[in-house]
């Protein structure tokens, strides 16, 4: 399994954890176990169109992965994801 370090604007999703496990062999297969296991994840993660939103940034070993292959990103057991929704404020 890969291990998805959860930020905290998004732990609540996940009973308050800092990473979870989720299965797959690319990033878009770990991604939709992800929100398998924690439902409410999707709404906060993907797009109607299926791709992640806009404003989530999703690391693989530390590489962005819109620099890689996406969702199609192969992912290896023992890879670590973060995932960094954008922050956006000020005046």
Known sequence: MT???IPPVLRTQVNG???VEAAGST???VMHDLIARYPAMGEQL???DGGLHRFVNVYLNGQDVR??????TPVAERDALIILPA???GR
């Open 3 to 5: 291990r998805v370090r």
């Open 17 to 19: 954890q800092k990473e």
């Open 27 to 29: 990033v878009g297969e």
């Open 46 to 48: 993907m797009a109607a």
């Open 67 to 72: 620099y890689m292959q996406l969702l199609e």
């Open 87 to 89: 922050m956006a404020g």
